[in-house]
């Protein structure tokens, strides 16, 4: 099922990634090293959606829950308990994985699934918004602002060029662990599970606990990207990160890109952050982004549901004539020689 | 506590209740005809309310007269689009036309958001502050219109599906659609008319909230989880359901308030939603699955 | 292997299996034959753990098995096949056979393997890159079966497998089968192919209304009396054997 050889995706993962590392070495501006930071981030973040919504075919519309849990989980230890930043990490992504392995053990007992699920991750993030926006540990409405003290020591940069670095070593490993997916036994049972609940039941596999272990994966992602936005921005409150918007551009990227590919969210978030800084800079509209966002998923869902990555893999197949009449003969010789045995 | 701010309270969350159950049984009548979650609800009742807005800014029509304006618009508006749209993903997989309509809202909030900006709009009308005062409560006096028009349409609508044609043809549509299509009903057209009242309900219910709520490019946010919540909890299909679950919700919203707070209230609503995903996925009147 | 002891299930008015009783002997193939809606695919739902019976229980190679859920039924070693296959759509033939093969073996490798070599046992090596969605129906009855073949299995569900099949695959797949069974797994199957039935079972249950109406080796079966009167109606037995037909008769009063 793969366009390219092992080969091939080597070369691919290894191209992608030196020019991921010299991008802020050779466009050093402030203006696109942190087009980088946001790509990179929205590729991580969708990746989380991507790992439970496309992998194992749970699509949620409120990530947001588990990105706000560790946005709130790194900060409140930071400010509150003040504690080292760094703890941030390991916190949110410990607090990302609870909150997934909540919403799964409830969801997935009730069973609930598809549409349900889909709604029942909306309210549970609204649910938290309403309590971030209401008790003190959080700052309430007010948010929580992590003064700007600059210094590796405290997870912060004084040059910004290090939060890319920093956000792409996050999203290496998220890109990993899609590769690993894609490869290993978990993510095979996964796919089976999106595929068909009954089949894959009917050959030993306990759905339930499947379903909750990639929440929990999918839970710890989003909630690192919670720590790395609270550390970028220095700001957070209920609505930011709390809010149906971060929830929409998780799943936004993901299926834009290609839900279930390993480079979809990555495609996405390029093309989401590549539109919003045009739009800003050339039109001054708020909104238009998303206006051009929302008519693409639409478009995408309508002609082409596997994503611009499927799009890539056309042309590519297109373009290589040899190797896919040569698959294509492969697969017809096969069909003849059932149909006259 | 007061028996006055108990009453106060009930009295609100009723009045309140009553045009959600508005909004919500145009979602229940789309769900059960065509079993498609409309997640654009939330955004088109937005875009309507910005209609009487502008209907009264800018023509000076009033807007519960609005509505003999709005329903019909939105009416036609439901139609095009699902026959231009909706309706080549009806048939498909369920969570692809989830997406169709969330792809749909986020255009129109963010089209609002371009051409209105983000600002909340208010509307007032003469009668604005004139308080009517039942038993120890007093009630601003175009919250008794809403609940009232509210009710009134919502019996309308009801009328509509059991004594019309159109309506048992709907009815026929919702329980067995090969049958349907069997004894002859265009089922496409069935559809395109559920989506097209659907939204007109809208019409209507922006009518109705514009002079006691606010409209801003994210009012749709709100009203979206309101109305699942409502659908849901009235089960999803129950014309029934849409009108005591909306009664139930405003009623939660209310109390919610009063004893939580303003903030923490509002956690009433996405909570019972959790709840009777979990425990009563069908809801009050809905079928079991 | 397996054993049934009066499996009773109810839905609502209707008893879709009234008091079955079914023993399948280690390395046997067994078949269950009825006319349609006698039952035979509740039994197998029932007997799998996607239903649970309201009486009754099943016991798999002596361990009590009633009511455990379906995907413990299947790590003990009893799959399943469906009558409408379900095959992973988006998956290659390799990949979907793979995720059976994963139960037997955790790693990669290993897995990736074993599906190889089970695609090429049921006779589809040339198919394996091929998305499931693309294969005729011959060839997901196929994909069905080596997929549950995969996991190792020591009794294979098989639910109507020839269905849909023209006369040369059917052949094809009874051979298949018959291999099957000579590398030591159990079979039990559904199926109205007669042909099918009276040359692969060495044993067969007869099903109708929810009753187990006759059991037997092949040709006694065939030539019951109740059997056919199940199959062709009322009086269709004694148009066809008179004297058998009454003594029938009166046994069964």
């Not at chain 3, 054993?3 to 299996?17: E, M, P, S, W």
Request: glycine share 12%; aromatic share 10%; charged share 15%.
């Amino acid at each position: 099922m793969n366009a390219l050889s092992r080969g091939q995706s080597w070369l691919l993962h290894g191209g992608l990634l030196l020019v991921a590392l010299v991008f802020p070495l050779v466009f050093p501006s402030s203006f696109m090293v942190n087009f980088g930071v946001l790509a990179l981030f929205y590729a991580f973040i969708g990746q989380s959606w991507n790992i439970a919504g496309g992998f194992a075919g749970q699509l949620s519309f409120g990530h947001v829950v588990f990105f706000g849990a560790g946005a709130y989980a790194s900060t409140i230890l930071q400010m509150q308990y003040g504690l080292n930043a760094w703890w941030g990490l390991p916190a949110s992504a410990v607090a990302g994985a609870v909150v997934g392995w909540v919403i799964g053990v409830l969801s997935f007992r009730a069973g609930l699934k598809g549409s349900y699920f889909a709604l029942i991750t909306l309210a549970f993030a609204e649910t938290m918004r309403i309590l971030a926006n209401s008790v003190e540990i959080t700052g309430g409405g007010m948010g929580m602002l992590i003064p700007a003290k600059p210094s590796v020591d405290n997870l912060q940069f004084a040059e910004r060029i290090g939060f890319y670095y920093l956000i792409l070593a996050l999203t290496v490993a998220s890109i990993a662990i899609a590769v690993w997916l894609k490869h290993s036994r978990f993510g095979a049972q996964l796919a089976a599970i999106r595929e068909n609940e009954d089949s894959a039941r009917a050959l030993g596999i306990n759905i339930f606990a499947e379903k909750v272990k990639v929440m929990m994966l999918s839970g710890a992602m989003a909630g690192l990207g919670g720590c790395f936005f609270a550390q970028y921005f220095l700001y957070i409150d209920p609505s930011i990160v709390f809010g149906v918007d971060k929830s929409v551009e998780m799943l936004l990227v993901s299926m834009i890109g290609g839900a279930g590919t390993v480079y979809g969210p990555l495609v996405g978030a390029v093309l989401l952050a590549g539109i919003g800084d045009v739009t800003r800079t050339l039109f001054d509209a708020q909104g238009l982004s998303l206006v051009l966002y929302g008519t693409l998923l639409v478009v995408i869902i309508a002609f082409l549901p596997n994503g611009l990555i499927d799009l890539f893999k056309r042309l590519w197949f297109w373009r290589n004539p040899t190797t896919a009449a040569a698959k294509v003969k492969a697969t017809k010789a096969g069909v003849e020689s059932k149909e006259g045995a | 506590m007061d028996l006055s701010i108990i009453a106060s309270a009930t009295i609100n969350g009723l009045l309140l209740g009553g045009v959600y159950t508005l909004v919500a049984s145009g979602l229940t009548l789309i769900y059960g005809v065509l079993h498609i979650i409309n997640f654009a609800h939330g955004s088109m009742l937005m875009l309507a309310m910005f209609g009487v807005f502008y209907l009264l800014t800018k023509l000076g029509i009033d807007p519960y007269l609005s509505i003999f304006i709005m329903v019909p618009a939105m009416f036609a508006f439901g139609y095009l689009l699902y026959k231009g749209l909706i309706g080549r993903f009806a048939g498909g997989k369920d969570e692809n036309i989830l997406l169709i309509t969330l792809g749909l809202a986020i255009l129109i909030e963010n089209l609002a958001l371009m051409f209105f900006k983000g600002d909340t709009r208010t509307i007032s009308v003469p009668y604005s502050d004139t308080m009517i005062s039942l038993g120890t409560t007093l009630v601003p006096l175009p919250k008794l219109i809403s609940f009232g028009a509210a009710l009134g349409l919502c019996a309308l609508l009801g009328l509509l599906i059991t004594r019309t044609d159109t309506g048992k043809a709907i009815r026929a549509v919702a329980k067995e659609r090969v049958g349907a299509r069997l004894v002859g009903i265009d089922v496409d057209r069935v559809f395109a008319i559920s989506y097209g009242i659907g939204l007109a309900t809208l019409g209507a219910a922006a009518c109705l909230l514009m002079p006691i709520f606010y409209v801003s490019p994210t009012t749709g946010h709100v009203f979206i989880m309101v109305a699942f919540t409502v659908v849901v909890l009235g089960g999803m299909g129950s014309f029934l359901g849409a009108v005591v679950g909306g009664l139930i919700v405003g009623l939660t919203e209310s109390f919610g308030g009063l004893f939580l707070g303003e903030s923490l209230g509002q956690i009433g609503i996405p909570v019972i939603f959790i709840l009777i995903l979990l425990f009563r996925p069908q809801g009050l009147f809905g079928a079991k699955q | 292997m397996l054993r049934v002891q009066g499996l009773t299930k109810i839905f609502g008015g209707l008893r879709a299996v009234d008091n079955a009783n079914v023993e399948v002997p280690e390395g046997r193939i067994v078949a269950l034959i009825g006319p349609n809606g006698a039952g035979k695919t509740t039994l197998f739902a029932c007997i799998a753990g996607f239903h649970q019976a309201n009486a009754g229980q099943v016991t798999l190679m002596g361990k009590d098995i009633t009511g455990l859920p379906v995907h413990e039924i299947a790590r003990l070693g009893m799959v399943r096949t469906f009558q409408i296959t379900q095959p992973f759509a988006k998956l290659s033939v390799h990949e979907n056979i793979a995720v059976g093969a994963y139960q037997k073996y955790p790693d990669r490798r290993h897995a990736w393997e074993h599906a190889r070599q089970v695609a090429e046992q049921v006779g589809m090596s040339s198919l394996l890159e091929q998305p499931a969605s693309d294969l005729t129906v011959a060839g997901r009855k196929r994909l069905e079966l080596a997929r549950t073949l995969a996991t190792g299995p020591k009794l294979l569900l098989l639910d109507e497998v020839m269905a849909g099949l023209n006369p040369s695959e059917i052949v094809d797949i009874i051979e298949v089968i018959q291999k099957i069974r000579a590398s030591g797994v159990t079979v039990l199957l559904i199926e109205h192919v007669m042909q099918a039935v009276m040359s692969l079972s060495e044993h067969i249950y007869v099903l109708s209304y929810g009753k187990i109406i006759a059991e037997g080796a092949p040709r006694e079966v065939v030539n019951n009396p109740a059997v056919i009167e199940a199959y062709l109606g009322r009086g269709a037995a004694e148009q066809a054997h008179p004297t058998d037909a009454a003594s029938a008769e009166t046994s069964h009063a």
